[in-house]
């Protein structure tokens, strides 16, 4: 099965899982090879007339960190039904009126090697204090690739799923 048919399959069974009501749709269902991330949007809330920005974030944010409390026990449940169907780990977060939040995710160890140049801008980072480790300042750097290569991150995602179902549709081995 290919990506897009798995993230299919997790979106549909999450929809169909979900109680009633707690997001505005289905939710996002983003799945690698260890994780499966689910982030719905919550109704937005009732905003007194004339609120100020800053009131209006924090009744967004209020509104995400209550959505977290009340919902605890069943997400604990359906995510362990997730987790023993699909053999991944879920992860949870809520957006509400621009602000979103995860409330647990994984942070696994990838294994690298990088020559001294690129060991160097790790450093760079670190000395500077824009991270702590080595490791803070490359996943800072996957972020910001990942930031300002949306566009091209797509179209190789898109080709990877071209590629996918040629595979799956090739004589098997």
Do not use: Y
Request: net charge negative.
């Amino acid at each position: 099965m290919d990506t897009s048919e798995v993230q299919a399959q997790l979106r549909g069974w999450f929809a169909g899982r979900l109680p009633d009501g707690w997001f505005t749709g289905a939710p996002e269902v983003i799945v690698d090879r260890e994780e499966i991330a689910v982030v719905g949007v919550l109704p937005a809330p009732d905003f007194p007339e004339g609120a100020e920005e800053a009131e209006r974030a924090g009744l967004a944010a209020g509104t995400v960190a209550r959505f977290r409390e009340d919902t605890r026990d069943q997400r604990i449940v359906i995510a362990r039904e997730a987790e023993h169907r699909f053999q991944r780990k879920v992860s949870w977060g809520a957006a509400c009126e621009g602000h979103t939040e995860m409330f647990t995710n994984l942070s696994v160890p990838v294994m690298t090697r990088l020559r001294q140049p690129e060991r160097i801008v790790l450093d760079t980072l670190v000395d500077s204090g824009v991270a702590r480790s080595r490791s803070d300042a490359l996943a800072w750097c996957v972020r910001l690739v990942g930031k300002n290569a949306d566009e091209w991150l797509a179209e190789l995602r898109e080709a990877l799923s071209h590629v996918e179902r040629a595979r799956a549709a090739g004589p098997r081995l």
